[in-house]
């Protein structure tokens, strides 16, 4: 039993590793520092100061525009319904999200497609934050040629 929890504990601490922090308090008292131990702690740091608190009211290195910050906040709200809706591509609370992105009516299409199609990105496991979420849908939309200008900052 002892051997499993340890594994467990391993495997979550690598797949944490190798995830980019990206801004909140965990990236700012972690900044600069490499290897698996920062980006644990800097990840798990995060987790505990709410990363979602930092995008929403951009401080601590989180610099969003205010659709993003409405989002975030979104999220928090109704996160569980919001995966819902994104696993099928399709609910009120999707068309919540693109109403808070302001995402116009020509993009929505696209919008839930690239969601649904990435639901496994944004929710990369049962555990994953509403922070971790935004994070993951934003890195999405940048991505996306037609879609980044609602992220832009």
Not at 42 to 67: D, K, L, P, Y
Not at 74 to 79: K, N, V
Not at 93 to 107: H, S
Request: hydrophobic share 45%; proline share 3%.
């Amino acid at each position: 039993m002892k051997k499993l929890i340890a594994g467990a504990i391993l495997l979550g601490a690598s797949s944490m590793a190798f995830a980019q922090p990206g801004c909140g308090v965990g990236a700012m008292i972690w900044k600069g520092q490499s290897g698996i131990a920062p980006h644990v702690l800097a990840a798990t740091t995060n987790g505990i100061a709410s990363q979602t608190v930092s995008m929403t009211f951009g401080i601590v290195g989180c610099h969003t525009n205010e659709s993003v910050q409405s989002m975030a906040m979104l999220m928090d709200a109704r996160g569980a319904a919001i995966a819902a809706d994104i696993s099928r591509g399709e609910g009120e609370n999707l068309e919540a999200m693109a109403a808070a992105l302001a995402v116009t009516p020509e993009d929505r299409s696209e919008f839930y497609k690239l969601l649904s199609r990435n639901f496994n990105i944004i929710f990369p496991n049962s555990e994953t934050t509403s922070g971790e979420a935004v994070s993951n849908i934003v890195a999405l939309l940048e991505k996306n040629k037609s879609l980044s200008k609602y992220v832009t900052a």
